[in-house]
């Protein structure tokens, strides 16, 4: 079956662009997330859907970030005014019922 | 709150011998433990997990890891290093708090790259 897709992989935009970045979990999958790594680090947790609604979205980094999941299934991660800082690779999950998370491939974004 | 240190950034071995990648982990309740696996290029593979069950866990392509809680450790090991093991690992605790729902947000450790030489 399929696994999570993000699209796009990779995303280059100049300083204060707007950004859509998009997710599509595993089918059936109601527990979705959004991580950022940046270079050299671990992933960092962003926020967090159970069905349509954000249970926690306490990682996000500023309210430039935004996140939506209107049906429960594709997640969108919107940034505004982007900023070199925001250059990163942007990681989605969903979560099985066993509670193992499997990951996208990740969208590499890059900021000018 | 739940954090993950993972001891080493890198770890060199030579093909055919042991490999131990440590980590040691803070949780305020009762944690699940993870090693992730990432290929350059691919995306982040669970090689393991830890949650609450037997204390030696054993995952993919022969590696296994031991949780410690007197130690507070979940170090990864594996008896024989083959090339295509190399790659970046992360370790990554998860909590359950009592009483509370588990939503299984991660945090990750910092990772360690794993090369294998010939």
């Known amino acids: 079956g399929a696994g999570v897709s993000q699209t796009p992989s990779n995303k280059v935009t100049e300083k204060g662009k707007y950004v859509e970045l998009r997710c599509d979990p595993i089918s059936g999958h109601t527990a979705l997330y959004w991580y950022r790594q940046s270079l050299g680090q671990g992933p960092e947790f962003l926020i967090y859907?159970?069905?349509?609604?954000?249970?926690?979205d306490s990682g996000l980094p500023n309210d430039r970030f935004f996140a939506v999941r209107p049906e429960g299934s594709v997640s969108t991660l919107k940034i505004q005014r982007t900023e070199r800082g925001d250059s990163a690779v942007y990681l989605c999950a969903s979560r099985a019922a066993n509670n193992e998370q499997f990951f996208g491939p990740g969208t590499r974004l890059t900021v000018l | 709150a739940q954090s993950v240190t993972q001891l080493d950034s890198h770890v060199s071995v030579s093909e055919g011998t042991p490999v131990l990648l440590r980590c040691n982990y803070s949780s305020s309740y009762s944690p699940s433990l993870f090693w992730y696996v990432q290929h350059p290029n691919k995306g982040l593979q669970l090689l393991l997990k830890y949650t609450s069950a037997a204390t030696l866990v054993k995952g993919i392509n022969g590696f296994e890891a031991e949780f410690k809680k007197s130690e507070t450790s979940f170090h990864l090991t594996k008896p024989s290093a083959h090339m295509s093991d190399a790659a970046e690992y992360f370790c990554v605790v998860s909590e359950h708090p009592a009483g509370g729902t588990s939503y299984g947000k991660l945090t990750f450790g910092q990772g360690t790259i794993l090369t294998v030489h010939p």
């Open positions: 859907f159970q069905g349509t609604g954000a249970a926690d």
